[in-house]
């Protein structure tokens, strides 16, 4: 199982920082992923982690003000987002695989937590 928290009200150009947090499963060997919806929109893809944690993807919209980390020993993952914008309002959800972040946007990832609500407004 996943939790997501860390969500809230912020205004533009705030910052907040999510955590994934896993209960029930290792993420050691996971990649662990960010993705976001937006009311009425699709599930877009955020960003990717790389089981070591090394190596991580970005959409084009976040690149640069969104920065994804994990904790292994804590089983945790993290979004720290910066610069937030009122277009990064949406429900934050994390998602986690065994392996890569190779074909991230378009496997169907199929453990997920319930999600956090962002809402970046004046």
């Known amino acids: 199982q996943l939790v997501e928290s860390g969500g809230g009200l912020v205004q533009p150009g705030g910052s907040l920082r999510l955590s994934c947090t896993a209960t029930?499963?290792?993420?050691?060997?996971?990649?662990i992923v960010w993705f976001r919806q937006a009311p009425g929109k699709e599930r877009e893809g955020v960003s990717c982690i790389w089981p070591s944690g090394t190596n991580a993807k970005y959409v084009d919209s976040v690149n640069g003000r969104f920065t994804i980390s994990r904790d292994n020993a804590k089983n945790t993952a993290y979004l720290q987002m910066n610069n937030l914008v009122p277009e990064d309002t949406a429900t934050y959800f994390c998602?986690?695989?065994?392996?890569?972040?190779?074909?991230?946007?378009?496997?169907?990832?199929?453990?997920w937590g319930q999600g956090t609500q962002v809402t970046v407004s004046s």
């Open positions: 998602g986690t695989r065994f392996g890569g972040c190779r074909d991230w946007l378009t496997y169907k990832w199929d453990i």
């Open positions: 029930g499963i290792s993420l050691d060997y996971n990649a």
